[in-house]
């Protein structure tokens, strides 16, 4: 699980640009632990989101230079299921994303 958060957060900072604000809350939800990451980055086109956890997929690839191979997500995925949790996800272009991961108590 540490990776898992390791990853989140470097996303968080690799796609926030100059000034990054990262706020890290955990909270409890019905039976599940909620740790959510937000940041004030680029954000990702709604469109993309629908296939953001699959193998080898990068959102922004196309429009910025940004190094990875688009695994984390998809790693980060594999590992909070295999906890039996999920992981959920919203964000708006040019306002930021935010990564909930739920996990049971």
Not at 5 to 29: H, Q, R
Not at 51 to 59: D, G, H, L, M, S
């Amino acid at each position: 699980m540490n990776q898992c958060f390791a990853n989140l957060i470097d996303n968080a900072i690799k796609y926030s640009g100059v000034d990054v604000e990262i706020t890290i809350t955990l909270s409890e939800i019905e039976s599940f632990v909620q740790v959510a990451i937000q940041d004030n980055g680029f954000g990702i086109p709604e469109d993309k989101l629908p296939n953001i956890f699959e193998k080898y997929n990068r959102a922004h690839a196309a429009e910025m230079k940004i190094n990875g191979f688009g695994i984390g997500l998809n790693y980060v995925k594999t590992i909070v299921e295999k906890h039996k949790g999920r992981i959920e996800v919203s964000s708006q272009v040019r306002k930021g994303s935010e990564f909930r991961v739920l996990l049971p108590k």
